[in-house]
């Protein structure tokens, strides 16, 4: 849009998120309701499991995280339509020999969330293209650390929140060392949710009301009432 309007003229209003619902949790109470092993550590992705939103990145990466966290699991939330690439990945998963650190959870309820971001110790999306990527949100508000690719919608988040960690697209190795980092200073690329408070709907109504005032007052010559 940049290269047809002049940029002072767009204004960014980017979706809201319920932060009262996205909230922080006691990790290992999360863990318990989920039933999953309170020693481990656990990678969550959460998008559709298609080439897109590149989880085979992802999962190219674990051979190298396993070698220094030999615990780490893989949550993947989100709905498969196409059966062909499931194969192809449970292919590459066999000749990674991962396939038992992965859990393919299909479509989680949205109520449900909050449980897996605070579960998890660091949510990664390895996505190639994406409008804005509200899911760093949620997680962000749940406080859980973020890695995601710097494509489209992303890089203006990571611009926002500057503990999350933009990596490049199709890059396994990038990755890896990403999560090793999150798995080294956990404490330092959490407590993301105060950042991320610009993102709730509150703030993201506040601002949509300044830009609609605006084009009133730019626009629409104020009528006068006798």
């Not at 039933?35 to 656990?42: C, E, F, N, S, V």
């Not at 709730?200 to 626009?219: F, I, N, R």
């Amino acid at each position: 849009m940049s290269r047809l309007v002049d940029p002072a003229r767009i204004s960014l209003l980017p979706n809201g998120v319920d932060f009262q619902l996205f909230r922080p949790m006691d990790k290992l109470e999360a863990r318990e309701v989920l039933q999953l092993d309170p020693a481990a550590r656990y990678i969550l992705f959460v998008g559709r499991i298609n080439e897109r939103k590149g989880i085979r990145y992802l999962l190219e990466a674990m051979p190298a995280v396993l070698e220094d966290y030999p615990s780490t699991r893989i949550l993947a939330a989100g709905e498969a339509r196409r059966d062909p690439l499931l194969n192809e990945l449970y292919a590459l998963m066999d000749n990674l020999g991962i396939r038992d650190r992965v859990s393919f959870l299909g479509q989680v309820p949205n109520d449900k969330m909050p449980l897996y971001y605070n579960a998890s110790d660091v949510f990664v999306l390895p996505t190639l293209t994406e409008g804005m990527g509200i899911v760093f949100i949620e997680a962000a508000a749940c406080n859980c650390p973020i890695i995601g690719t710097a494509v489209g919608g992303v890089v203006d988040i990571m611009k926002n929140l500057p503990r999350g960690i933009p990596v490049p697209p199709r890059d396994p190795k990038a990755l890896s060392r990403a999560v090793k980092k999150v798995f080294e200073r956990p404490e330092y690329y959490g407590g993301l949710r105060e950042s991320a408070l610009s993102y709730s709907w509150p703030h993201t109504m506040e601002k949509a009301q300044h830009v609609l005032e605006g084009l009133e007052d730019k626009y629409f010559a104020k009528k006068t009432y006798r």
